[in-house]
């Protein structure tokens, strides 16, 4: 049965420093973000995945990096984290915190084409990773191992969980926290573990 291991990138200095990120930011990962990194995999080394996915962006390949030791670890675009445009970069803070705060208001209201300037809209983003989930669903048949990022596992939790996106901020991730849906049939998946950060405890 397919299982879908979602996981959430380690802490970079820009969480720490609540910078935004998004798609145009390749931060690394923080001395914490490292360790998270490394305590998922002692806890998770011994499952068996039957493929490894992960963004393109380098905080999200750090994350799972050491299960290079037993797996090709396949880096897809489809997995690239959502571009917050003009604002990315910049400390949440004042005006930039208002336009996140207003585009993520029109959303909740049902404007999912809403996007900051030269960012990316939630329907751009469904359209890609909804791509990736349908070859992921042919293509893997057990467990399939994916990190990410978490305005991604936002989108892709309210589709894959049948919601409308306009509830997408019901799905809150943490630094390396782990979400794993099972596959149940052509339409359906339900949800195993939820934002779970059991594996980090100690740090």
Same mark, same amino acid.
């Given at each position: !049965?397919?299982?879908?291991?979602?996981? %959430?990138?380690?802490?970079? /200095? *820009?969480?720490?420093?609540r910078i935004v990120?998004? $798609?145009?930011? &390749?931060a690394s990962l923080?001395?914490?973000?490292?360790?998270?990194?490394?305590? *998922?995999?002692?806890?998770?080394?011994?499952? +068996?995945?039957?493929?490894?996915?992960?963004?393109?962006?380098? %905080? $999200?390949?750090?994350?799972?990096?050491? #299960?290079? @030791? @037993?797996?090709?670890?396949?880096? &897809? =675009?489809? @997995?690239?984290?959502?571009?917050?445009?003009?604002?990315?970069?910049? =400390? *949440?803070?004042?005006?930039?915190?208002? !336009?996140?705060?207003?585009?993520?208001?029109?959303?909740?209201?049902?404007?999912?084409?809403?996007?900051? +300037?030269?960012?990316?809209? +939630?329907?751009?983003?469904?359209?890609?990773?909804?791509? #990736?989930?349908?070859?992921?669903?042919?293509?893997?048949?057990?467990?399939?191992?994916?990190?990410?990022?978490? %305005?991604?596992?936002?989108?892709?939790?309210?589709? @894959?969980?049948?919601? $409308?996106?306009?509830?997408? &901020?019901? #799905?809150?991730?943490?630094?390396?926290?782990?979400?794993?849906?099972?596959?149940v049939d052509d339409?359906?998946?339900?949800?195993?573990? #939820?934002? /779970?950060?059991?594996?980090?405890?100690?740090?």
């Amino acid at each position: !049965m397919l299982k879908l291991f979602l996981l %959430r990138h380690g802490e970079t /200095d *820009f969480n720490k420093q609540r910078i935004v990120q998004g $798609s145009g930011v &390749d931060a690394s990962l923080n001395e914490l973000g490292l360790l998270q990194a490394q305590k *998922f995999f002692d806890h998770y080394k011994n499952t +068996p995945f039957e493929a490894v996915y992960c963004s393109t962006l380098q %905080r $999200s390949y750090q994350t799972i990096k050491h #299960f290079e @030791l @037993l797996y090709c670890i396949q880096r &897809d =675009p489809a @997995l690239n984290e959502l571009s917050w445009g003009i604002i990315e970069g910049k =400390p *949440f803070e004042g005006e930039v915190e208002q !336009m996140y705060w207003e585009v993520n208001r029109q959303w909740a209201n049902g404007n999912l084409e809403a996007k900051i +300037p030269q960012g990316d809209s +939630p329907d751009e983003i469904l359209n890609r990773v909804h791509k #990736f989930i349908e070859v992921i669903k042919k293509k893997h048949q057990s467990n399939v191992l994916i990190c990410t990022h978490g %305005r991604i596992l936002k989108i892709l939790l309210a589709e @894959l969980l049948g919601y $409308s996106l306009k509830y997408q &901020d019901l #799905f809150t991730h943490y630094n390396t926290s782990l979400t794993i849906l099972k596959y149940v049939d052509d339409y359906h998946f339900i949800v195993e573990k #939820f934002n /779970d950060i059991s594996h980090l405890e100690g740090i």
